[in-house]
């Protein structure tokens, strides 16, 4: 699997670099040809060039869609993994890579998604709405925010004494090890897509 890592601006990088670590010892058969950000000095941008992983920075504005796709095509990529790339992607794009985009969200969805549901900010309304239960989700992207098809998702308990922070520091290695689960899932073949359900194959 040629895959792509679209990241955030301020983002540490902390799946992105899950996710190499996977491609390197084995439990993920994939190579990241490609991370993509918006401005060059993204942290997590900096840690994929430190890793010597390519990188490509593509702005945001005029011909960004095409752009995008330019970059995407030269580094021969067949699978996008968003790793805190909080824009919708362009049309376009979600066009050309169907069913090959995923991203993981750090709650259980559909519940705590959507547009300014990113990060902290869920954490937070998790905490506030007193769940008992949260976790991650994997999930193929489509045209709006947090809405694709469940690929998997991790669960993790929601304690009485905790902060949004707490919860967070809980969720994070889940969310790691449920993206490289994911990502090999779809690098061996094993998912189908029927309409909102997602199949897996099991193995021989």
């Known amino acids: 699997m040629k895959l792509a890592v679209f990241v955030g601006t301020k983002g540490r990088g902390s799946n992105l670099m899950a996710v190499h670590a996977a491609t390197q010892d084995g439990r993920l ?27 490509a920075v593509v702005p945001t504005g005029d011909a960004y869609e095409s ?11 067949d699978t996008i993994a968003l790793a805190g790339y909080l824009r919708k992607l362009p049309e376009a794009v979600v066009e ?28 937070e309304a998790v905490v506030a709405y007193g769940c008992k239960v949260s976790g991650c989700t994997v999930h193929f992207v489509d045209a709006e925010y947090d809405t694709g098809p469940i ?9 009485d004494d905790d902060t949004p ?3 967070a520091a809980r969720i994070l290695p889940e969310e790691h090890a449920a993206y490289v689960e994911a990502l090999q899932l779809i690098a061996t073949d094993r998912v189908r897509l029927e309409g909102r359900r997602v199949r897996i194959a099991q193995t021989v």
């Open 151 to 159: 690929l998997l998702q991790r669960t993790v308990a929601v304690l």
């Open 29 to 55: 058969a994939a190579t990241i040809r490609l991370v993509v950000g918006t401005k060059d000095d993204a942290p997590a941008l900096v840690r994929a060039q430190e890793a010597g992983i390519p990188v």
């Open 165 to 167: 922070e707490s919860l």
């Open 96 to 123: 050309r890579f169907r069913a090959r985009i995923v991203n993981v969200h750090p709650a259980l969805l559909p519940s705590f998604g959507g547009k300014g549901m990113y990060g902290h900010h869920v954490h």
């Open 67 to 77: 752009r995008l796709l330019a970059a995407l095509e030269a580094a021969e990529i």
